[in-house]
């Protein structure tokens, strides 16, 4: 990809925009940009070479692999967020996996080592990074906080109402979702079974709440959805 589209790329990027145009470059030159394909894994990289990345385009999953029977999924990502070794220490989980759920899913990826350099000679940025991080750790923290006190209903109830917030399109008395999750997903997120989603989503549409198929899902009734 040319220097012009990477510092395009980068300049768009919030966590990024506040770098000066020259250290844009710099940053740009450092950078990797990769289109990523449905299903397809994205290395956070080993040892002293682990990589932060910015997601540009498109949702990723990240998966937490150490449960054989069944696949937990830690977040859901849209742009522009952060995933990778966000730690900075080259401290991975190892049971951790990044997955795009989206086809040409864009990313940008730095060594650990080239982001560190950026960060010391920006103290805004190293601020919004850190705001960033800690927003990620509370975002995991409500969701413990899900999994321990409200039941599977509730749950998927409060994921739904997420998911129209951060990526509902509202179209008149509708909210339209782009379904990029299968059933197995959403029960991977809310620590239920696939056949569980499956008849609460059916009970939740039966009741006129919403309506879904494979491309979308409409959530009648937006008042109730906030």
Known sequence: MSQEMK?????????LASLPEQKLAEAASMAKIKTVYRGE???????AYTRIHFLLKGKV???????AENELIKDILTEPDIFGDLS?????ATDESAEALTANTIICSFYVSDFKKILQENL????SFAKKVNSKLQRLEHRHADLVFLDTK????????????????RMGDKIVLNNYLTHSDIAGFISTSRQ????????????????????????????AWN
């Not at 894994?41 to 040892?47: D, K, P, W």
């Not at 900075?88 to 991975?92: I, S």
């Not at 509730?154 to 399109?169: C, Q, S």
């Not at 989603?197 to 937006?222: A, D, F, T």
């Open 124 to 127: 805004q940025m190293i601020l």
């Open 88 to 92: 900075l220490e080259g401290q991975l």
């Open 7 to 15: 510092y395009f790329y980068l300049k768009n990027h919030p966590l």
């Open 196 to 223: 569980s989603v499956n008849m609460l989503l059916n009970e939740l549409r039966s009741s006129g709440l919403l309506c879904y198929n494979r491309k979308q899902i409409e959530l009648n009734n937006p008042v």
């Open 154 to 169: 509730d749950r998927l109830i409060r994921f739904i109402k997420h998911w129209a917030r951060t990526d509902g399109n």
């Open 61 to 67: 999953k990240i998966t937490d692999n150490g449960n």
């Open 41 to 47: 894994l994205i290395s956070y990289g080993e040892g």
